[in-house]
């Protein structure tokens, strides 16, 4: 029902990105709706690279309630921000890989003269600096 395995849901629970999760009487967990979402966001905020000690810094601050939305906030504009700036080097490497993919289109050798050859010399070099 969470798309993620057991073991990641015990991490998770050790770690303390989780609250208490209710169990039926076999042991299984009982996700209530809060349950479901937070750890959805849990899920994003990993999915998007926020490192463990983060996630657990922010879960922590929500337990604490409305005297933290400052800090919450800033945690989630720092980790937007480092979105941002990946998300930006990724679509210059996409942009890399799409003259790439037209080269070949085209037939051509990376050897060859041509605007596509020029133009990804031009996009590798801004990768160095």
Do not use: W
């Not at 005297?67 to 989630?76: F, V, Y």
């Not at 930006?88 to 050859?117: F, N, Q, W």
């Amino acid at each position: 029902m969470t798309g993620v395995s057991a073991d990641t849901l015990r991490y998770y629970e050790k770690a303390g990105l989780l609250d208490g999760v209710s169990r039926n009487v076999g042991g299984h967990r009982r996700f209530s709706s809060a349950d479901l979402n937070g750890l959805r966001f849990v899920l994003k905020l990993r999915m998007t690279g926020m490192p463990i000690r983060d996630v657990r810094r922010y879960v922590e601050l929500v337990r604490q309630g409305d005297a933290t939305t400052d800090q919450r906030r800033s945690i989630l504009q720092d980790h937007g921000d480092r979105i941002r700036q990946q998300m930006s080097e990724l679509a210059r490497c996409l942009e890399i890989v799409d003259v790439k993919l037209e080269m070949y289109d085209l037939g051509l050798s990376p050897t060859d003269e041509h605007d596509c050859t020029k133009k990804l010399a031009s996009l590798l070099e801004g990768t160095l600096k």
